[in-house]
Every structure is written in C-alpha cells, then in structure tokens.
C-alpha cells in the first residue's frame, strides 16, 4: 500500500533553514507528482509546493516562493522541502502528498511539525 | 489569486443529509476535490473530480458541481462523519492549488 513518512521538523528560530524529507513506498514514485501541503495551528489547509513525475516542473504558493524549494531524488523515493528564511507564520504541520493526475492527493502521509520561534 | 467559500460549519442530526457547499467563480468549470480530516489525523480524499468516490468511501458521500457552486452531500449521516471538510481545485491561472477554509461538520 501507498506509504509517505515525512521526517525533519523541529523548532528552529527565525531567519533558519530546515530541510523535510518525505519517504515514498508502495508505488512507482517516479511515476506521480509529489507536493506539499501545510496547516498551521487551528487553521485550515494550504497548498505549499508541487514538483512533477519528474522534477521538470515546481509550482510554489505566493506565500514561500523565493524562500522554499521542493526537489526530488527518484532514485531514492523521497520528495524534499528546503525551507530558508523562515518566519514565525511558517509555524505549522507540514504534509506530504501524491498528485494523482495533476489535480487532486490521493494519498498523504501523517505531517511533519515544524515550529519557528525564538 | 482563485477564492473558494465555505461555511465555517454545517450541523446534522444522525441520519439526515449534510450538503456542503464549496463557492467559487465559475467553479462549474472546474474540477473539484474534496478531503475530510478528524482531529490528530492527515486529510484523506473523499471525492474526486467533482463526483468520483474513492475506494472504500461510503455510497452515502456524493458530489456535484455547477455554475458557481460545488456540494459534497453526506447521506444518512454517522457519528464517524463529524470532521472538517475541505473543497480544492486547480487553479489554471495563478498555477496554484487553492483550497477552501473548510466546514467543520458536527453530528448533533
């Protein structure tokens, strides 16, 4: 069965780096888009970054371009999320997805926190 | 950028029918998707495509999409219903994928 594991949070303070990982297994991963999604505390879904089969398309939200960047490694089945110049507002739980004929995520893994504060 | 509106949330006695509505611009030109959460737990695909139910959805969760609205309607609805519900699309014209707030569903 489709299995994503999301790995890297933590508590970092403002203007850092961190890196999340998301393992994939159960699929052809090169096979399918991958993208992130993110909730911050009490709040709803938003879209973050999406990356394609493979890896000649990225799309990012308003709200991380320039400081975000999704990548992927086939070979090794994970989908990344490097994320620079982080803000308090970047404070949230951060999900990974399968894109599933480029426009809905059929599968998710079960999040990530992340947590900026100084 | 693309702005889809829901109610913040919809009440429902057991075994009666909820309908969530998903608002947007043209929205019936759009495929929608639709994503329950419980609390503590990853979102999960209920519909696709407008009206596409995944494997091991219940018969009693259905869509539809039209003009400027889209509704996921919950029949017959159970306890284990009670969770947030989000409409997404894609938008072709920022390169986005947007979602809705969400409604939070209470089974009275």
């Known amino acids: 069965q489709v299995q994503l594991v999301e790995s890297g949070g933590g508590v970092v303070q403002p203007g850092t780096s961190l890196r999340l990982s998301c393992a994939a297994s159960?699929?052809?991963?090169?096979?399918?888009?991958m993208l992130w999604v993110r909730q911050a505390p009490g709040k709803g879904l938003e879209w973050v970054a999406v990356?394609?089969?493979?890896?000649?398309?990225?799309y990012y939200a308003d709200s991380v371009k320039g400081r975000f960047t999704i990548s992927r490694d086939n070979s090794k089945k994970t989908v990344y999320l490097q994320m620079n110049s982080l803000r308090a507002e970047d404070t949230a739980v951060y999900f990974c997805?399968?894109?599933?004929?480029?426009?809905?995520?059929?599968?998710w893994g079960q999040g990530s926190l992340v947590t900026v504060s100084s | 950028s693309y702005v889809l509106t829901q109610p913040p949330s919809v009440s429902v006695a057991p075994g009666k029918t909820a309908r969530i509505t998903c608002g947007g611009i043209?929205?019936?030109?759009?495929?929608v998707h639709w994503y329950q959460q419980k609390p503590g737990q990853a979102p999960a695909l209920v519909m696709y495509?407008?009206?596409g139910r995944p494997s091991g959805i219940p018969e009693r969760f259905s869509g539809s999409n039209s003009g400027s609205m889209a509704t996921l309607t919950i029949s017959r609805v159970e306890a284990g219903d009670e969770a947030d519900y989000y409409c997404q699309v894609w938008d072709t014209t920022s390169e986005n994928y947007v979602f809705g707030a969400g409604t939070k569903v209470t089974v009275l």
């Open positions: 159960g699929f052809s991963f090169s096979s399918f888009g």
């Open positions: 990356i394609w089969f493979d890896g000649t398309k990225t």
């Open positions: 997805a399968r894109l599933y004929g480029g426009n809905y995520f059929d599968s």
């Open positions: 495509e407008d009206r």
């Open positions: 043209d929205i019936g030109t759009k495929l």
